[in-house]
């Protein structure tokens, strides 16, 4: 009964933590973005530094109207939203915060995290079918094709460093993580944080979902609370792909703090991973659909199989 109880309140606090986390990191976005592009609004919602701009977004999409086009597959349309969200979600579970704090700690944890991470693109998929809409259906398309050239270097990037530690826990990889891991695995971290942009549609990879390309893509019929729900998603999905990040190739919870706040260095890496995602944002031009392609399979595939053969080497030549 305690041992239930123990780990019903690891989940609840690991829940809690990330929960929180992705409206913090919508939160930090109107605010770096302010700063950066020089943005008044944001920066006087509510008084200091803005504060209610988050709960002025809220309410907005909480008043909006739900609507469902008359030509859409209701019960897909209505779908997709939960089911871009949910995957997300469910990998927080899987993803230590410090030592023994993580809410299920599984031997093929990073199996698990990257083929629940793939679920979460179908709801785009669903949206932009079920809209009976032309340019959601283009949306979904270009979604589908950017998801096949991005993961492999995705899975491959991640390999890489399951071989390097030589197993698929998470905690494990941790535990195994060595500081001069980031000198020879640093090209896998790349391409692993590129590729993990491309598949959240992040910019400058926005390019089916980006209102001067096509719209909203897949989002276009959508208002109100689902699609808040494809926002939030969004958000979930950075704070998976920096949480991810920070665990395999940053070394989770190693650092200078003593293990009993591990769990506050890995927050502070992921945050900071966060912050560059919104810097790619405002910085970094959008690519054009054959430059996307060919940044996939001319650049990042080829570094990833290097990355993997190499540390394929150092394992057999260092035993």
Same mark, same amino acid.
């Given at each position: 009964m305690a041992e239930a109880l123990e780990v019903l309140?690891?989940?609840?606090?690991?829940?809690?933590?990330?929960?929180?986390?992705?409206?913090l990191v919508g939160q930090a976005e109107h605010?770096?973005?302010?700063?950066?592009?020089?943005?008044? &609004?944001?920066?006087?919602?509510?008084?200091?530094?803005?504060?209610?701009? %988050?709960?002025? $977004?809220? +309410?907005? !999409?909480?008043?909006?109207?739900?609507?469902?086009?008359?030509?859409? $597959?209701?019960?897909? !349309?209505?779908?997709?939203?939960?089911? @871009?969200?949910?995957?997300?979600?469910?990998?927080?579970?899987?993803?230590?915060? *410090?030592?023994?704090?993580?809410?299920? $700690?599984? $031997?093929?944890? %990073?199996?698990?995290?990257?083929?629940?991470? *793939?679920?979460?693109?179908?709801?785009?998929?669903?949206?932009?079918? @079920?809209? @009976?809409?032309?340019?959601? %259906?283009?949306g979904g398309v270009r979604t589908a094709a950017q998801l096949m050239a991005y993961e492999l270097p995705f899975v491959l990037s991640a390999a890489s460093v399951a071989m390097a530690a030589g197993t698929l826990s998470l905690s494990g990889i941790v535990e195994a993580w060595e500081p001069w891991w980031l000198l020879w695995q640093l090209p896998g971290a790349v391409v692993f944080f590129v590729a993990g942009l491309a598949e959240l549609h992040r910019p400058p990879f926005d390019m089916p979902v980006a209102d001067s390309e096509i719209v909203l893509g897949a989002y276009?019929?959508?208002? *109100?609370?689902?699609?808040?729900? !494809?926002?939030? @998603?969004?958000?979930? &999905?950075i704070v998976v792909l920096c949480a991810l990040t920070t665990v395999l190739f940053l070394g989770g919870w190693a650092g200078p703090l003593p293990d009993g706040? &591990?769990?506050?260095?890995?927050?502070?890496?992921?945050?900071?991973?966060?912050?560059?995602?919104?810097? +790619?944002?405002?910085?970094?031009?959008?690519?054009?659909?054959?430059?996307?392609?060919?940044l996939a399979w001319q650049v990042l595939v080829p570094v990833a199989l290097a990355q993997l053969a190499l540390t394929g080497v150092v394992r057999v030549t260092l035993g």
């Open positions: 309140l690891r989940l609840v606090l690991v829940l809690g933590a990330f929960l929180t986390l992705p409206l605010k770096v973005m302010a700063h950066m592009q020089g943005r008044l &609004g944001p920066m006087y919602a509510g008084g200091f530094h803005g504060w209610a701009q %988050l709960v002025a $977004d809220g +309410v907005k !999409f909480a008043q909006k109207e739900d609507v469902v086009p008359a030509g859409a $597959d209701r019960a897909v !349309f209505q779908l997709a939203p939960g089911v @871009a969200l949910v995957p997300y979600l469910v990998v927080l579970v899987a993803i230590p915060l *410090g030592p023994g704090l993580v809410g299920q $700690d599984l $031997d093929a944890g %990073l199996f698990f995290v990257l083929a629940v991470m *793939g679920v979460g693109v179908l709801g785009a998929l669903m949206g932009g079918w @079920a809209s @009976a809409n032309k340019y959601s %259906l283009l276009t019929e959508y208002t *109100g609370l689902r699609f808040a729900f !494809f926002l939030l @998603a969004e958000y979930a &999905g706040l &591990g769990w506050l260095w890995t927050l502070v890496k992921t945050l900071l991973l966060a912050v560059l995602v919104i810097w +790619v944002r405002v910085s970094v031009p959008r690519l054009r659909a054959d430059q996307l392609q060919r």
